[in-house]
């Protein structure tokens, strides 16, 4: 009699599975991921290609034009600047043409790094339309 006793208290107490450590678990896994979302900021250049030539060409022949030889030289203007002073000519051009956006012309073979920096020179300058061209030389 005993045994029986002994075998139906321990089949009571083994027929339902805990699911709330589990479901606590993935509560605070989808908190976690959540917040941690909300924190990624990426950043990035937005390039805009163009249409076709016949539209950048016009756009160009109204926009303020810096280009980037494979040398590293900087030319705005027809004037060749040093990488410092593309802020201060960018707010010069900005001040006589509001409305022209920027176009920065890379050579194929000018560095990235100095590509980068022209432009957040000339978004420092007060123009947020920039665009990017490339030519071969």
């Known amino acids: 009699m005993r045994l ?30 959540i917040i941690t979302a909300v924190f990624l900021k990426e950043f990035g250049i937005t ?3 163009p249409n076709s030539s016949s539209n950048q060409e016009k756009k160009e022949s109204s926009s303020i034009v810096i280009s980037i030889d494979a ?8 004037k060749i600047v040093d990488e410092r002073t593309v802020r201060a000519n960018i707010e010069r051009l900005h001040a006589e043409k509001p409305d022209d956006p920027v176009v920065v012309v890379a050579d194929q073979g000018a560095a990235t790094g100095i590509l980068v920096d022209v432009i957040d020179q000339v978004r420092q300058g007060g123009v947020q339309s920039v665009s990017i061209a490339a030519s071969k030389s």
Request: proline share 2%; net charge negative; no cysteine.
């Open 47 to 49: 390039v805009s290609r």
């Open 71 to 78: 040398d590293g030289q900087i030319v705005i203007d027809k």
């Open 4 to 33: 029986r006793r002994y075998h139906a208290e321990n089949y009571e107490e083994s027929t339902g599975i805990d699911l709330a450590p589990m479901l606590d678990f993935v509560l605070n896994l989808l908190i976690f991921f």
